[in-house]
């Protein structure tokens, strides 16, 4: 059963930086397309960066680009996303998915077959 476990949500405050992990099991991260996408309240969820972890190459929104970052450890069979400079407007679920084309992982990820149940940040000003 491909399973994901999303963690490292929380509260923190305006302009802090967090790390979220994402470990899947029932099947090798190496073989497909993974990524993190978000969902704000009363917002469409949107990608954030996608790895296709057998090549390497990462995608970003233009939008995160700058603040966030994705890699992979494959030995772990686990997925990373650091977020720095948080803002109340990143407040939203942080989901992690897989894919099997790099063309799956756009928001709002409807090409993406799998999806984790999602860890919250909530950000304070």
């Known amino acids: 059963e491909v399973q994901f476990v999303e963690s490292g949500g929380g509260l923190v405050q305006t302009g802090g930086s967090l790390t979220l992990s994402c470990v899947a099991s029932?099947?090798?991260?190496?073989?497909?397309?993974v990524g993190w996408f978000r969902q704000a309240p009363g917002k469409v969820r949107e990608k954030i960066a996608c790895i296709t972890v057998g090549k390497g190459t990462t995608t970003y929104e233009d939008s995160t680009l700058v603040r966030f970052t994705i890699w992979d450890v494959k030995s772990k069979n686990t997925l990373y996303l650091k977020i720095e400079g948080l803002q109340p407007e990143d407040t939203a679920v942080y989901y992690c998915a897989r894919g099997t084309q790099h063309s799956d992982c756009a928001s709002p990820g409807v090409g993406m077959r799998s999806w984790g149940k999602g860890t919250l940040i909530t950000v304070s000003s």
């Open positions: 029932g099947f090798t991260i190496e073989n497909y397309v």
